[in-house]
């Protein structure tokens, strides 16, 4: 494992960094959050891309403590941003399995929380569909407290592997993100279209925010917005960035 010991000193020198995408209300082209993403400018390696990394850091019992320094800072910037005078947006991070299965994980986020003063409705948890599905007594516990904390939870990922709508009516999630899989040509493939069109219509009636990614054409972007998707992310929008309102 080469890339191991330069993770074991990533966060102390300083070679993590987080950017943001934004998320727009396609209704009304106003941006209402960003997702932190991960990135890590390694001195030995150069850029080594999350879906690198994060697998080792999860392997080899890092990825707690990069996770809370993900969580810290991404929270601490979302408080700058909200006290910047503007409209407040919301701040969605990336849950790794082990990391919210951790015992203490419900603690480090209201601490967090505690610490930054962020206030908890602007932060949203993305789990993917795997956690979802497995551990299910545990998961639905620790959802329960976390919004019991009043972070939101999303499911991320939705539509790749295991999805079923059935888990959407026992699991309290807030928002679900339609996969890019899903997005991608959705205005020239029928089924994509018809599979979206009911994730749709299901979670409208169960009260969960849905938000669709992987948007890279201005086609997909307006056929969602037909179908009453009315939150987006993707390419076409805007790259991960510094600062999400640039
Ligand atoms: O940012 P990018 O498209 O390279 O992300 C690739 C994968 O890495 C995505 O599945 C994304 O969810 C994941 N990822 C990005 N940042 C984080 C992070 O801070 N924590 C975790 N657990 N996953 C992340
Ligand atoms: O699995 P998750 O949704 O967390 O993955 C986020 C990753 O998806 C980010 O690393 C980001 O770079 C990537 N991403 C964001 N928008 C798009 C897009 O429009 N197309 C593609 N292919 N990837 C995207
Ligand atoms: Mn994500
Ligand atoms: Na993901």
Redesign the pocket.
Known sequence: MMIEKGLRKAIDAEEFTLVY?PQLDLKNNVVIGA?A?LRWNSEEFGMVP?SEFIPVAEEVGLINQIGEWVLLTACKQCKEWNIEGRDPIKIAV?ISMKQFLEGDFVYKVSRILDETQLNPTYLEL?I?EKIAMTNHEKVIEIIESLKSLGVRIAI??FGTGYSSLNYLGKIPIDVL?I??SLVKNISLNNKNATIVQSIISVTKKLQIDVIA????TKEELQYLKNMDCYTG????IS??KEHPFS
């Open positions: 995408q997702e993403l999350p990336n993305e993917t991320d990922d993100k996969d890019r990614v992987g948007i890279e992310q993707g390419y076409f790259k991960p």
